[in-house]
């Protein structure tokens, strides 16, 4: 079993911590997990992606090369990179508070409202990323949610705890979408 | 403590593997993509008694190197592209003054300051050396966080042994790459090696002693390097390095290092699927380069492929290994968005070649 992810926010909207989530939940179930981000010269709302492939067995090709199974886009501008990036069959959720769906053949799209459902789950807009996860999760099936619970609570749990509860909602409205 | 499973980006693994494996003294300037490496180990080092120092220039910091070295003790650096330029003259005279250090490339695209984006674009330097004289580097290309792991020990045993500095070599990707690496229990193994014949810790016990290169007289020169070159032979006879995988029977064999050898390994298993003869050789170090690996090539064989992120360097010495026997072609790319070869690219390749 081999699982290839994309998923492109603007810089602050969290994708690079809806990988860094996927990839502990999936090693807390005894899987491999590679992730790569782009780096550069960055600036707070530049565009940020961050690739992962979790696997049951060593990972040798860590590209992602057009054949992502799952896509998650934050925002506008990083819509077409996650579009480039899915393979055939692929499923890509995207935040339809935001984004206007291109059709695309073989690819399976979910709008999911994540900027107004974290605003009415956690109170803020910022728990976007949650929702975002929380959709693909339910939808896919491609993490149990409970491991991502867990090592939401771990992570986060300690650093800001003020925030867990926030943070917890948005993923669980994800969840429900 | 036993062993450890951390989730980590390949540079933190470098920092981590090294500091549990000896090192005490890292010196380094920040550089994107090596600056993680010098980040990771200002936080661990303390806990070991040991401390990241951070000078005012790649320059400082390779001299700084080589004074820590003349101590006996085990110092590393973490750099880049040209920062590693800059430290080329440090690096010619540690291995004239035969001190033993550990460095970490994380190649980033060239010439001048180039691109910050990884690649393979430093294999002439490393193998090569950008400083003057008859001098040699011991170049280790780990392809992921847990062959750099594996090759740590490996890398303080070589470094003491033949009092010669060893360079880790990993394309910037690769580097700033994020996955698990298991380590074993932390071992000074820098501990297990009697430095006190030559170390520089005063002359209250033994007379004074010159560690570094003066070369007093002409012969004094020609001796030095006499001296160099039977150790040289001696690690090239030694100390080669190499993975490979299905070549026994091949068509074609891939050959590459770092992030292009573990992707070889992929190519292979999906092109042997398809009832393809295919092999590949991953060098591990590129100096001594693995010739062992092409002494023996099977009957089979009708073509190397060599696979680099840059306009080929390593072909060089492959070529010289396979001395044509067979064609050698090559396939490299380096800078752009995606800096190196996809596995589809290389699939295509392989299999023009193979008709």
Same mark, same amino acid.
């Given at each position: 079993m081999q699982f290839k992810c994309v998923f492109s926010g603007s810089g602050g909207q969290g994708s690079a911590l809806i990988a860094k989530l996927v990839c502990q939940a999936g090693i807390a179930d005894n899987l491999k997990v590679l992730m790569t981000q782009t780096y550069g010269i960055e600036q707070r709302g530049g565009d940020s992606t961050a690739f992962v492939i979790i696997s049951d067995a060593p990972i040798g090709n860590p590209l992602v090369e057009g054949d992502a199974n799952l896509g998650i886009a934050l925002s506008p501008s990083t819509y077409d990179l996650c579009l480039a990036n899915m393979g055939p069959g692929g499923r890509l959720f995207y935040n339809s508070s935001l984004i206007t769906e291109k059709p695309v053949p073989d690819l399976e799209q979910t709008a999911v409202a994540a900027s107004d459902l974290a605003i009415s789950a956690?109170?803020?807009?910022?728990g976007l990323n949650l929702v975002m996860l929380g959709a693909a999760v339910a939808g896919t099936?491609?993490?149990k949610k409970e491991t991502v619970e867990k090592v939401l609570t771990d992570s986060l749990g300690h650093k800001k705890p003020e925030l867990l509860e926030s943070n917890l909602a948005s993923f669980k409205a994800g969840l429900a979408v | 403590m036993s062993s450890e499973t951390l989730f980590l980006k390949n540079a933190e693994t470098f920092a981590e593997s090294m500091v549990r494996c000896g090192v005490r003294y890292h010196f380094a300037y920040p550089i994107t993509p090596a600056t993680d490496v010098m980040k990771h180990a200002a936080v661990i080092l303390p806990k070991y008694g040991g401390r990241m120092i951070q000078m005012e220039s790649e320059l400082a910091v390779s001299n700084a190197l080589s004074g820590c070295a003349c101590t006996g003790k085990l110092g590393a650096t973490s750099s880049s592209g040209p920062g590693m330029s800059l430290m080329q003259e440090a690096i010619s005279f540690m291995c004239a003054a035969e001190l033993p250090a550990i460095m970490f490339d994380s190649m980033r695209v060239g010439?001048?300051?180039?691109?910050i984006i990884g690649a393979q674009s430093t294999y002439f330097q490393a193998t090569r050396?950008?400083?003057?004289?008859?001098y040699r580097t011991i170049v280790l290309a780990p392809y992921s966080g847990q062959s750099i792991v594996d090759l740590m020990p490996e890398a303080v045993r070589l470094t003491y042994q033949y009092r010669n500095p060893v360079l880790f070599v990993l394309d910037g990707v690769t580097s700033q790459m994020t996955e698990t690496a298991t380590f074993p229990e932390p071992h000074?193994?820098?501990?297990?090696?009697?430095?006190s014949g030559w170390?520089?810790?005063?002359t209250k016990d033994h007379p004074k002693r010159f560690v570094v290169t003066g070369s007093y007289s002409h012969n004094q020169g020609y001796e030095m390097n006499e001296r160099l070159r039977a150790k040289y032979e001696k690690i090239k006879e030694n100390e080669q390095r190499w993975e490979s995988a +299905?070549?026994?029977?091949?068509?074609l064999i891939v050959v590459a290092f770092g992030i292009h050898g573990r992707m070889a390994t992929e190519l292979v298993s999906r092109l042997r699927a398809e009832g393809r003869k295919v092999g590949a050789i991953n060098p591990i170090t590129l100096w001594p380069y693995p010739d062992k690996a092409f002494? +023996?090539?099977? +009957?089979?064989?009708k073509n190397i492929l060599v696979v680099e992120?840059?306009?080929? +360097?390593m072909l060089d010495d492959v070529r010289l290994a396979v001395n044509g026997r067979v064609p050698v072609h090559f396939l490299g790319k380096t800078g752009g968005d995606t800096p190196l070869c996809t596995l589809r690219e290389m699939e295509t390749k392989a299999l023009e070649i193979l008709g």
């Open positions: 956690g109170g803020s807009p910022r099936g491609f993490l | 010439p001048g300051d180039g691109d050396g950008g400083g003057h004289g008859d000074d193994y820098s501990a297990d090696f009697d430095t170390r520089y810790t005063g +299905q070549v026994e029977d091949a068509e002494e +023996q090539l099977p +009957q089979s064989l992120m840059n306009h080929g +360097q």
